[in-house]
């Protein structure tokens, strides 16, 4: 029985080979998306997954008014391991703060993320260094660890795992360190190192002031969040009150609690930070899934067009005998295959396809892989489309009645039209959607890249460099006058400055007073020529000058921004408190772009002095254009006299590249929904193509007559296309509304932005519109050219 | 084996009821050969279909075989279907994906018959009605006489102990349609196959032992045919 089912099958099939091959050709299209679709949200939703203690760990964060964190003190890690007993082990990490340089001989080896970690943090974050994980102890303070390709690089020749001497810095610092062995780095994690630095205890001589450490728990089993959460907010108002250095009032204090965030957010949608990253992955995960149904609805709506085909089978086998179910059998058994070789097909296109998808999103997958979840995911998706193509079809085919069908004058085209014509609008619908969105989204793009962000980030070079250029002195810090001096004789280089942070990058945040109103304002700490080398530009007063004195000791500029949060009238000449220094304002620059278009520009203060400040080490350089290749040679070349401390290890990178950064999400964003949307549209039109085809084929007996009544070839056009053209326009009308929501939510996620222009939606309509009139009219001039006798002859 | 008591059919159109059949009450032997005669759009094809339970009548009872099927759900009366029916139709209705020997195999697997019993079921079948050659072409490479041979032997394969045929030869010639008249008169007489047919012509009527005339929905004669 089954084998017959599967000839009459194939041959059912191909018969119909220029419907089927459509059919089976745009399900393999839109399941080869859907996944690699699957697979990218498996990866990014397993990270961590392999920790054996996935499930217990929390990082504990800390939610000021103005923002949340991950950074809190270290000492607290002690506090909580003894007064809670439901937390079973409490561990410390530090990230490396600056990039650090690694030396063996010649072997040259940059490092950006050296991880402090402690024994503790090692064991909850299963972080295992080669030859296993030991405390140090006695004489070694630290045990180091650096993955194994930078090993590699270190010591080519080297074959075993023993420790090696190492030295830190450029070569004339001195500095050396033994490498306890090699580590491999897990890039499915949250925690992705050039290599570890493990201690026994780590900030034990940190105080409650300095916010340099993130605590990660490990839980006993079944323990309360909620309720330990609120315990742990109790314990740091606590402790902060009995360490007051910063002198917090209660009010201040009380409006400062803790977190805990579990391991499993903190890739996607941490507390502290946004959840743009999970937001983006379902979006993602929905249009593979849209992209799916649009091709599965293909496999119904043909199926059921076939369905007076079928119908008189239904009968015939009916009387033999047939049971319904076992007619539903072999319908789904149809639909099963067909779906068997898209599957297959599918994943010959996935793994053509995927050196570009990783590429875009910056992961390495790979279909074939022994423990990869696909092998049950593969079935699981196979069975669903042949369900969600297949179950409606075979229950309307089955479901003939054979009294019905074997009168001879059957037809299902009445019967199924409303769900079929539903169906079809339902996928332009979709198709309208994607089309309006990628339109926006594009819009938007190129608003971002045309508008001012208000400062100039090309020909200005950002040099990495170790040298710390505070004011006041910290860590042995040196006077940047000296290295401008030098850098300002080598020929194109027109401006040189250092600050703590780069526009693009994160800015520090501290508590500043004006006129007896406190807040929370970014704060960076500049050199002269900070303004000039990235031209901002200034509102009132005046920029940094070396002729003023006062500047290196209490001159402050502040922008637009921050001018209004305090909301001070006549800025220039008023004092604005931070850090025990009233700083004089003395200019206003213009509001900057420092963080793209997402967030709002920021409230922010620039200082050359700051005894709060951070690490003033990013040396920005602006450079003639045409210059510009002499002047980095030239720089190269001199940097171990003009900055001994970095030596030969001379590091730069363009700043508008490193800007440019900030877009690269959005970039992507519009690559995956343009790849979306022309596969929609393409699948979508595919399924209207064979559409039409069979509606034509089933009309032509009908043109024929017409013809014969004297119905010209326009008019005839004009007929088949009617009802599609209906179809599309209620498509379009369905979907605006849709996309207005969808799209200004996107456009909401920007700070700045474009309003909803309404082009796209008549771009949309026009698009559908002029598509379906092509795809229907090829079908339909078949019909149209042919003799009409001949169509009548066969009855 | 049939007994139709009282059989009426309406189809309700705007409140307006339009009977197509009334107070039909026949009884039908086993062994029988029936013909069903009348007018176009007296009732004949309405009447065959009820007594096949393709449809249901408005109002009566129908017992088949001592049992009453007015009623019946689904799965009891494919099992007649399977065990006792066979349909023979006009326009043939062989199934197009399938060949001769396929057309003919298929009620023998739904009624669950060894490989071998059907296998054997099926070349007799072939060789009774002379189309061996033909058992691996589709229907549509196969005159329409050889269709309805095709059709009948489908029917007969089931080994069923009556026949409804809705016009077997009404789109066949003459030659054609006598060659299976004289099918249906042999399976009658030596096989003892009950048939019921509806046909228009007195000719074909004459092979059966029995004529019902409709008119208007009502059985206005029913008679003996005498050899
Ligand atoms: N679904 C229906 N709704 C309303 N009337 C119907 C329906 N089906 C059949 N009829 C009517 O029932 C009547 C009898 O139809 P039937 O097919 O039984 O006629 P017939 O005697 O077989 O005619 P013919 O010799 O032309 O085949 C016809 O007048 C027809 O119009
Ligand atoms: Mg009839």
């Avoid at chain 1, 099963?336 to 997958?365: D, H, K, S, W």
């Avoid at chain 1, 040396?619 to 003009?642: C, G, H, V, Y």
Wanted: proline residues 3%; contains cysteine.
């Amino acid at each position: 029985m089954f084998r017959l089912n599967l000839k009459i099958a194939l041959r059912n099939l191909w018969r119909n080979r220029g419907i089927t091959a459509i059919n089976v050709g745009g399900l393999a299209i839109a399941l080869a998306a859907f996944i690699l679709v699957t697979m990218y949200f498996t990866y990014e939703t397993s990270f961590d997954k392999s920790n054996p203690n996935y499930k217990n760990v929390y990082v504990v964060g800390v939610s000021y008014p103005e923002f949340k964190t991950n950074y809190i003190a270290a000492p607290f890690a002690k506090a909580i391991k003894q007064t809670y007993p439901e937390v079973e082990s409490v561990g410390l990490i530090k990230e490396g703060s600056f990039e650090l340089t690694i030396k063996n001989g010649k072997n040259t080896l940059f490092t950006k993320n050296i991880l402090a970690v402690d024994y503790n943090a090692a064991k909850i974050l299963n972080i295992q260094p080669e030859n296993g994980l030991t405390k140090p102890s006695g004489e070694v303070e630290r045990l180091n660890y650096l993955s194994k390709e930078s090993m590699q690089t270190l010591f080519p020749d080297k074959k075993d795992n023993k420790p090696e001497m190492v030295g830190y810095g450029a070569s004339n610092s001195g500095i050396t360190v033994v490498v306890a062995g090699s580590i491999r780095s897990n890039e499915h994690s949250n925690f992705v190192f050039d290599g570890i630095s493990l201690a026994a205890e780590l900030g034990e001589h940190d105080n409650y002031d300095m916010n340099d450490y993130s605590i990660f728990l490990k839980l006993k089993p079944n323990v309360n969040v909620a309720n330990l959460e609120k315990k742990i907010t109790d314990l740091y108002r606590y402790e902060l009150l009995k360490n007051n250095t910063s002198k917090k009032s209660t009010a201040e204090l009380k409006a400062i609690s803790t977190f805990l965030d579990p391991l499993s957010n903190l890739h996607l949608r941490p507390k502290a930070g946004n959840d743009m990253p999970y937001k983006t992955l379902i979006a993602l995960s929905v249009l593979g899934f849209l992209i799916l149904v649009i091709a599965c609805i293909n496999f119904t709506n043909l199926s059921i067009a076939q369905a007076a085909n079928r119908a008189k089978e239904v009968g015939v086998k009916k009387v033999m005998g047939a049971y319904r179910s076992q007619l539903t059998l072999q319908f789904l058994t149809e639909i099963f295959i067909q779906c068997f070789v898209a599957t297959i097909l599918a994943l010959i296109l996935a793994e053509l396809v995927l050196p570009y998808f990783n590429n875009l999103f910056q992961v390495g997958l790979s279909i074939w892989q022994v423990d990869s979840d696909l092998i049950w995911q593969l079935p699981l998706i196979l069975s669903l489309i042949t369900l969600i193509a297949g179950i409606y079809p075979a229950m309307v085919l089955s479901g003939f009645k054979p009294a019905l069908v074997l009168k001879g004058n059957f037809s299902t085209s009445k019967q199924n039209s409303w769900l079929r014509n539903g169906l079809l609008v339902f996928q332009f619908c979709i198709a309208v959607v994607f089309i309006i969105g990628l339109l926006i989204i594009n819009s938007q793009l190129k608003y971002m890249r045309s508008q001012d962000v208000g400062f100039n980030s090309s020909q200005v070079v950002y040099i990495k460099n170790l040298t710390l250029f505070n004011n006041p002195v910290k860590f042995g810090s040196v006077s940047f006058n000296p290295v401008r001096d030098r850098l300002l004789k080598i020929p194109g280089i027109k401006s040189a400055t250092v600050a703590s942070f780069i526009p693009g990058g994160q800015n520090g945040i501290n508590s500043y007073e004006v006129n007896a109103s406190k807040a929370n304002i970014d704060f960076v700490n500049v050199d002269f020529d900070y303004f000039e080398t990235l031209d901002i530009k200034l509102k009132e007063g005046r920029f940094f000058l070396n002729t003023f004195k006062t500047d290196t000791i209490n001159s402050a500029i502040i922008n637009e921004s921050a001018v209004a949060k305090y909301s001070i009238k006549n800025p220039v000449g008023q004092t604005i408190r931070g850090c025990g220094i009233d700083y004089k304002i003395v200019g206003v620059i213009k509001d900057f772009k420092t963080q793209g278009f997402e967030s709002i520009v920021q409230p922010t203060i620039y200082t050359i002095k700051d005894p709060c400040g951070s690490y003033k080490t990013q040396i920005l350089l602006k450079i003639e254009e045409n210059k510009m290749a002499d002047a980095l040679a030239a720089l190269k070349a001199q940097w171990p006299q003009i900055n001994p401390k970095d030596g030969e290890d001379f590091r730069y990178e363009f700043l508008d590249e490193l800007y440019g950064k900030l877009f690269k999400k959005q970039e992507q964003l519009q690559s995956v929904f343009f790849a979306a949307a022309l596969l929609t549209i393409f699948i979508a039109i595919l399924g209207l193509f064979a559409f039409a085809k069979y509606i034509t084929n089933g009309r032509i007996k009908e043109i024929a007559v017409r013809k014969i009544l004297g119905a010209s070839d326009v008019q005839i056009f004009k007929l088949i296309n009617s009802s599609f053209f209906i179809m599309v326009l209620i498509a379009n009308v369905i979907s605006w509304p849709i996309a207005y929501i969808l799209t200004k939510k996107w456009l909401e996620t920007f700070a700045y932005r474009i309003d909803l222009p309404a082009m796209p939606f008549v771009s949309s309509a026009l698009i559908t519109i002029l598509l379906t009139v092509i795809t229907v009219s090829i079908q339909a001039k078949k019909a149209v050219k042919a003799n009409p006798v001949d169509a009548l002859k066969y009855e | 084996m049939i007994q139709l008591n009282n059989i009426e059919k309406y189809y309700a159109n705007k409140g307006v009821k339009s009977y197509i059949l009334r107070h039909v009450t026949t009884t039908i032997k086993q062994g029988e050969f029936v013909s069903i005669m009348g007018p176009s759009g007296a009732g004949k094809s309405t009447l065959l279909n009820i007594i096949g339970m393709l449809e249901e009548p408005t109002y009566g009872t129908y017992e088949f075989l001592g049992e009453d099927v007015t009623t019946l759900n689904e799965r009891k009366r494919i099992e007649l279907y399977r065990n006792h029916i066979g349909f023979v139709f006009q326009a043939y209705h062989l199934i197009d994906e399938m060949t001769v020997y396929e057309n003919i195999e298929a009620p023998l697997l739904y009624k669950k018959i060894g490989s071998s019993e059907r296998a054997s079921r099926i070349a007799d079948l072939l060789d009774r009605f002379n189309i061996v050659a033909k058992k691996d072409l589709f229907p549509n490479q196969l005159s329409g006489g050889q269709q309805q041979l095709v059709g009948i032997a489908r029917a007969l394969a089931a080994q069923p102990s009556i026949i409804l045929a809705d016009e077997p030869t009404g789109n066949l010639q003459s030659a054609q349609a006598d060659e299976i008249m004289n099918l249906f008169k042999k399976l009658n007489q030596e096989d003892g196959i009950t048939i019921i047919q509806v046909t228009h012509s007195e000719k074909n009527a004459t092979y059966g032992n029995r004529i019902l005339h409709i008119a208007d929905g009502v059985v206005k004669d029913d008679v003996k045919v005498i050899v």
